[in-house]
């Protein structure tokens, strides 16, 4: 099993200290992870301490130890993002829309705005975002590829209709996306994406991996094995990882429930 979305320092609420680092990789290695990525948030970048970060992986050798990134991906900050990414020696970069022109939708308290919007016009800006995200070349990963639902709005046309563009330019592109088990502790109450979605990423090829957001290490690996369960039952034969930005398949009867 493998978790690559793991925010170390949350929304900076904690440092990104030697202590702190060990609780993750605890809680990892307790859940029998294989593999564990850090991503936070790229507000943050220059919290990011490599060398810790592998004095402290050395202490659990069953584990590998992966760095990320999860960029708030916005139209026209390309060249910052390039900076930032050429900056690290990141193993993957995770490409997320959290806001439609300026509006954090995904913010607590946002509700209210999602039931006025028109469903399919939400749905519409938002996937929109994730296809530029996907073909700026930018990510190895998409981020939670459902985001818009978190509030439990659903589209009125076909949701495989309004993600056809983002499943093509994944697929063209060779970008994985990723099962995002955090969606079932928000509103709507289930993974990113949601299982049709996910069963025509797996028909198209597309590669798949899996991550926690975690924010806090108590919810490093939370159901992902039911996660790739899922995945397996929908017809996924590997899952992969990423080390310097190069894709690393794994068979996905080791990650079986
Ligand atoms: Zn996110
Ligand atoms: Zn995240």
């Known amino acids: 099993m493998l978790d690559l979305h793991v925010h170390l320092t949350g929304h900076r609420d904690r440092p990104a200290d030697r202590e702190n680092v060990r609780a993750f990789l605890r809680t990892a290695a307790a859940k029998g992870l294989r593999e564990v990525g850090f991503a936070d948030h790229d507000l943050y970048y220059e919290d990011l301490n490599l060398p810790l970060l592998s004095e402290v992986a050395a202490e659990f050798p069953g ?149 926690s957001d975690a924010h806090e290490a108590a919810a490093v690996g939370r159901d992902l094995a039911e996660a790739a369960g899922m995945a397996r039952r929908l017809g996924a034969e590997a899952l992969v990882g990423f080390e310097q930005r190069r894709l690393i398949p794994y068979p996905i009867v080791a990650y079986s429930v």
């Open 63 to 211: 584990l590998k130890v992966r760095v990320g990134l999860e960029v708030d991906y916005r139209p026209g900050e390309e060249e910052k993002v390039r900076g930032i990414l050429a900056s690290f020696p990141f193993d993957y970069a995770i490409g997320s829309v959290h806001e439609i022109r300026g509006w954090a939708f995904d913010a607590p308290g946002q509700e209210q705005r999602h039931r006025e919007a028109e469903p399919d016009r939400l749905y519409r800006d938002y996937f929109g975002l994730v296809v530029q995200a996907a073909r700026s070349g930018l990510f190895t990963t998409l981020g939670h590829l459902d985001l818009i639902k978190i509030y439990g709005v659903r589209p009125k046309s076909d949701i495989l209709e309004l993600a056809e563009e983002t499943l093509a330019a994944a697929a063209e592109t060779g970008c994985a996306i990723e099962i995002n088990t955090n969606g079932r502790n928000k509103p709507v109450g289930e993974f990113y994406p949601e299982e049709r979605l996910l069963k025509e990423i797996i028909r198209r090829h597309v590669p798949i991996t899996l991550g």
